[in-house]
């Protein structure tokens, strides 16, 4: 079973009682659940990020990112940067996991990554990706994540 991380009294104080839900949420997620089912559920809660913050007023990269970096900005989660590849989109997110990481603790990377991955891919998709798109992960570390929006494979 995965232990909800322990803080400090006074860390405990600094941090609001959604980290504490968010702690104990992600703990219980991963004690009861098979990893597959955890990514769609986190995937899932992504898409619904989005969806509550559409960005469908927008005509290209740098518009995507003004509004996507207000979101960010808004929540303390960061910012991303998105770069046109051949084959489709590199997204980098950057500054999410530093500040996420006292809370998830050990989940983080579990967590977040399809977190990510579902937000980016329905923003994308709500401008207008075909169904064979999706979204993954490039790579992970604890300052930067890349992304990939595009044709697996491709």
């Known amino acids: 079973m995965t232990a909800v991380p322990l803080w400090a009294s006074d860390t405990a104080t600094e941090t609001c009682a959604s980290a504490l839900l968010l702690g104990g949420i992600a703990a219980e997620v991963t004690a009861t659940a098979p990893r597959g089912q955890q990514a769609a559920f986190y995937r899932a809660v992504g898409a619904r990020i989005a969806a509550i913050h559409p960005v469908d007023l927008v005509d290209d990269l740098a518009a995507l990112a003004a509004v996507v970096n207000r979101v960010w900005l808004e929540y303390n989660c960061g910012q991303a940067r998105f770069e046109m590849a051949a084959d489709g989109i590199v997204i980098t997110h950057s500054g999410a996991v530093r500040n996420l990481a006292p809370v998830l603790g050990h989940a983080t990377e579990s967590v977040m990554r399809p977190v ?3 937000v ?5 998709r709500s401008l207008g990706s075909g ?3 999706t979204t993954w992960t490039l790579w992970w570390n604890d300052g930067e994540v890349r992304l990939k929006h595009g044709l697996r494979g491709g």
Not at 120 to 124: E, K, P, Q, S, V
């Open 116 to 118: 990510l991955e579902g």
């Open 131 to 133: 169904r064979g798109v």
């Open 120 to 124: 980016y891919d329905a923003w994308l």
